[in-house]
Structures are given as structure tokens and as C-alpha cells.
């Protein structure tokens, strides 16, 4: 649940959806579950056996397995993403915690989209209230966290999850029972494969990672605490599906509602705070189910902050041998300091910026754009080429049966498949394959 818990997130129920509506619906649908099934899956088995075989923080994994410390700055690297994805992440958690009483105090009723638009736009560049909910957020991870993985991380999250899919499939129940909803169902799941582009294959392959949460090192830290005796193949299947099926609930969730509205579906980030809002405001007790989407949101939110800041926090109290309050505690002043910035940098009057980028914005193409794939594709070869064959299977083989035919075929995807795979997503991120053609 932890696991899963990373994984699930604002990727599944705020971004997949706006990617599903920008590129082709069910086409898309059809490509990030291959991506998942090919890509995702034998990353994050990496990320587990790397934690597992070293019993340690994302840095002391590459140091212990590689035998020296010229792999410990992928750890770092793992460390820095962690901070630069809290740094913007707890803003836009924190205004999920706004919605909420925006939501409650029905304060969404008779606003039209262009007014919606107009109050998200006024909300975010504001100076106090978006920073409010974001410390307020950054004080619940930290809560969390300080418990500790069984009592903390661990609790929570078997409370967490199974909430947030009891909420979502009442709003899922709701959606599909408003008129038309069935041409919203058919753009998710009917495909049409004339959608399907070399853009659409890179989009759906670059969701498919940044949605489980992977090349960062949380996968490999909470690797660290699995049993010698869990079978790694089955969590990452349990961990994936349970990923898979939370995003396609979203969509489910949302399309059908926009198509009964006749809302366009390739809205964009805005999908979830300015057209839903729309369609709360105009379908039966859309009072109520604002106020669950919103929780929802706040939830998958918090999942996914306690696991990054874990990262951040097991490298802190291991590679510093301080407690883990402590390590908790300071990593999570210096987050408030940056997170705050991130916060200022989208307000009217400030001027944080460079290049024409918020600080913010900043913070969101380092991770999603270099960060995160460059961690990826050196997890990837680090498996395939530099741990020992003999490592690889004896991390396999516990709780499970193994053939030596599994463990050749899962050395060539981590050798050759995923590393090329990644590699076209981090260069068609970077622009490359515009300036080609």
C-alpha cells in the first residue's frame, strides 16, 4: 500500500486525464498500458531489487552494490529530484485543500468557466492563501512521515487508499449515469488507431513512468524495507495494476461527465481546477461530488508527498546518523523555504523568474524533463550492466520461483528495451524530434 501509495498520485487523477482528453482517448489508453506493462514494470522491479539487495537509502544502494562511490551520485541525483518535485508539488497538493473549502462553501455555484478560470487564475498568483495550504500540507507529510514506515507511511496508506478508490468509483458511479455519458465512455475505451502518432507513443510512455513514480529512488528506498521472503515480481504487479486502475478510474470518473456537458475533453491541466469545477456546478448533487473529487485529489496528493519526502529523509538520517525526527524535521524547513518560493514565483508581483520560467516552472521541467528520465535510464543499466547476474536472480528468486530464461529476459529489457525507450522520451521532451522534423 505504501508502494502504491507513491505511485498513485496527482499524475493519475490530475494529469493522465488531460493527456487521455490532449491525445486521442482510448488510443492513448491502449499505449500507456503497453508502456506500463513493458516499461514501468521492469523499472520498478529494478528500483526494488536495487533496495532489497542493499538495505539502504537511494545513495548507500548504489555505493554498497557497486563497490565503491562512482555510482553514489545516481542516489544523489534521486535525492535532488525529491526536492525539486516537493518544491512544486506542495503547491499544487495545496491547492487541492482550497478547492476543498471552496467546494464546501459552494462557492463554485453559478460561476461560469470563464469565471472559474478567472478565480483559479486569481487564487495561484496570490501571496497568502496558496502559501497557507501549502505549509499546512508540508505539516502533514511531515506528521506522517516522523511515525515511520509501519506506524507512519505504512498505517496511513492502508487507510489512504482504500478511501480514495471508495470515493472514486462514486464519482464514477455518478458520472456514467448522466446523459450522454456513454459518447465520453467510447472516446476512453473504443479506440481509433488512426489517433495513434509517434507523438501520442512518446506522450503515453512518458505518463506511463512519471505515474508510478519511478527514477527517483522511491521505489528503491521502500525496496529497503521489504521482507527477504516477499515475492518482488507479485508487488510490482499488485503495485501496477492498482496504479493502472486508479488512473483509467479517473478517466471514467471525468469523461463521461464532460461529454454529457459537452465540455471540449483536451482542456489540459486546467481539466481538473477550472472545467470540473463546471461540471460540479451543473449536474445533481455535483455539491457533494465536489467536495469528494476535491478530497480525492488531496489524498492522492498526500500519498505520494509522504513517499518523495521519505526519500529525502532515509538518505538524511542513514548518510548523516541523525534521528529520523530530526532528519525529518530539517528536510522539511528547507522544503517550506523552497516550496514557499515556488508558491511566490506565480504571484502578479513578483519577479522570480529566468528565462522567461517561474521558479515553479523551473522545478516542474527539471524534474519531468531531465530529472526523472536521466534516473530512469541510468537505473536501467546499472541493473542490466553492472549488478551481478547472480544478484539479480537471488533477488528474483526469493518467494518465488524463477527460470533462468526469466532472468535472461528481464537482463535484455533492462540492458537494451527500457534504456532506448527512456532515451526517446527524454529526447522528445527536450524538443529533440521537433527540431528534426
Not at 465512455?185 to 479506440?191: G, M, N, Q, R, T
Request: net charge neutral.
Amino acid at each position: 500500500m505504501a508502494a502504491a501509495g507513491s505511485a498513485v498520485g496527482l499524475g493519475n487523477i490530475w494529469k493522465f486525464p488531460y493527456e487521455v482528453g490532449q491525445n486521442g482517448g482510448a488510443a492513448f489508453l491502449l499505449i500507456y498500458i503497453l508502456c506500463v506493462v513493458l516499461l514501468g514494470m521492469p523499472v520498478m522491479l529494478s528500483e526494488f531489487l536495487i533496495g532489497r539487495r542493499a538495505r539502504a537509502n537511494v545513495a548507500g544502494a548504489f555505493r554498497k552494490l557497486s563497490g565503491g562511490n562512482r555510482w553514489v551520485l545516481m542516489g544523489l541525483l534521486g535525492v535532488v529530484c525529491a526536492f525539486f518535485i516537493l518544491s512544486f508539488y506542495f503547491v499544487v497538493a495545496g491547492w487541492g485543500i482550497e478547492y476543498i473549502y471552496q467546494a464546501a462553501c459552494n462557492n463554485f455555484a453559478g460561476k461560469t468557466t470563464d469565471g472559474l478560470a478567472r478565480f483559479f487564475a486569481d487564487f495561484s498568483s496570490s501571496s497568502f492563501r496558496p502559501l497557507l495550504w501549502d505549509v499546512v500540507f508540508i505539516l502533514l507529510t511531515l506528521y506522517v512521515v516522523v511515525a515511520g514506515v509501519e506506524k507512519g507511511i505504512e498505517r496511513y496508506s492502508k487507510i489512504l487508499m482504500p478511501f480514495l478508490l471508495l470515493i472514486l468509483i462514486l464519482l464514477c458511479v455518478r458520472s456514467v449515469t448522466m446523459d450522454n455519458a456513454s459518447a465520453g465512455l467510447a472516446f476512453l475505451f473504443k479506440p481509433d488507431f488512426s489517433k495513434i502518432t509517434p507523438t501520442v507513443i512518446l506522450s503515453a510512455l512518458g505518463q506511463a513512468f512519471f505515474s508510478l513514480s519511478l527514477g527517483l529512488g522511491c521505489m528503491i528506498t521502500y525496496g529497503s524495507y521489504i521482507r527477504s521472503d516477499n515475492n518482488l515480481m507479485r508487488t510490482v504487479a499488485q503495485v501496477s495494476v492498482l496504479d493502472t486502475i486508479v488512473a483509467v478510474l479517473s478517466g471514467v470518473a471525468i469523461f463521461p461527465a464532460v461529454f454529457a456537458l459537452g465540455i471540449d475533453p483536451a482542456q489540459g491541466p486546467q481539466l481538473v481546477f477550472v472545467t470540473l469545477p463546471s461540471v460540479f456546478t451543473q449536474m445533481p448533487g455535483g455539491y457533494i461530488f465536489a467536495i469528494l473529487f476535491f478530497v480525492l485529489l488531496s489524498i492522492a496528493a498526500l500519498t505520494s508527498t509522504i513517499s518523495i519526502l521519505e526519500i529525502m529523509v532515509a538518505f538524511v538520517s542513514e548518510e548523516f546518523h541523525c534521528s529520523r525526527k530530526n532528519a525529518a524535521i530539517v528536510t522539511s524547513l528547507v522544503i517550506v523555504i523552497s516550496s514557499a518560493l515556488c508558491s511566490l514565483s506565480l504571484g502578479a508581483d513578483t519577479r522570480l523568474t529566468l528565462f522567461g520560467r517561474t521558479l515553479f516552472d523551473w522545478c516542474d521541467f527539471l524534474v519531468s524533463k531531465i530529472l526523472m528520465p536521466v534516473g530512469g535510464f541510468f537505473i536501467a543499466i546499472f541493473v542490466g550492466w553492472f549488478c551481478s547476474k547472480k544478484d539479480v536472480r537471488d533477488e528474483l528468486s526469493h518467494g518465488a520461483v524463477v527460470s533462468e530464461w526469466f532472468v535472461n529476459a528481464f537482463l535484455f529489457l533492462m540492458r537494451f528495451v527500457v534504456p532506448i525507450a527512456i532515451l526517446l522520451i527524454f529526447l522528445n521532451e527536450l524538443g529533440v524530434f521537433d527540431l528534426l522534423s
